[in-house]
């Protein structure tokens, strides 16, 4: 009871006044108080990492690389983990060899994920130029929705795209796919799209 006694004394009588008297000299003390200046550097928004492939065959199944080629492929199989370059805005690759003997290559998926879309862009038209500057003849398709661009040259087939922050290429090893490696490009290119995490 006296806590109670105690309490209800301090909320009325004299003291009443100077605690009001007070708070509204507190809050008038903050709207003529100038505002804390913000700070200039803002930190940037978390880099987006582009989703990679962790297996192979979640690119290109065996059954799909024998129907684009009309025949069995033999040999391994080799999935490479590339690394982040920050210079271009890298941000991780994924390489998948198939049908490997020896130093022979004849099909490979390559992925790349970039900070953002417009860097991806232009990893796409750097390679363009440059195969296109090696002597390929040049054509396009779409790709799951996407330009693509397919690059025929003396030394193979190339078919590159951006989809999103990633670009895709599809290459075939020197004489891979004969007359028809734009065909082939174009169907594995396709089945790379639709199994693309």
Do not use: F, W
């Amino acid at each position: 009871m006296a806590t109670l006694a105690g309490c209800s004394q301090t909320s009325n009588g004299p003291k009443n006044a100077t605690a009001s008297t007070a708070t509204a000299a507190t809050s008038a003390a903050k709207t003529t108080a100038k505002p804390t200046p913000k700070p200039t550097h803002v930190k940037p928004p978390p880099l987006h990492r582009a989703a990679l492939p962790t297996d192979c065959t979640l690119l290109l199944t065996h059954g799909t690389v024998n129907r684009a080629l009309g025949k069995a492929v033999t040999g391994k199989t080799i999935y490479i983990k590339g690394v982040a370059e920050a210079r271009i805005g890298r941000t991780g690759r994924v390489t998948c060899r198939y049908g490997v003997k020896g130093k022979s290559i004849p099909i490979e998926a390559g992925i790349s994920g970039y900070r953002t879309a417009s860097q991806a862009s232009t990893r796409v038209r750097v390679t363009v130029a440059a195969e296109r500057d090696a002597g390929a003849r040049v054509s396009t398709a779409t790709i799951g929705g996407q330009p693509a661009t397919i690059l025929l040259g003396k030394n193979g087939s190339l078919l590159v795209y951006r989809d999103s922050n990633r670009t895709v290429a599809v290459t075939l090893d020197r004489g891979v796919g004969g007359t028809k490696a734009a065909t082939v490009l174009k169907t594995l290119a396709a089945a790379v799209s639709a199994n693309l995490p």
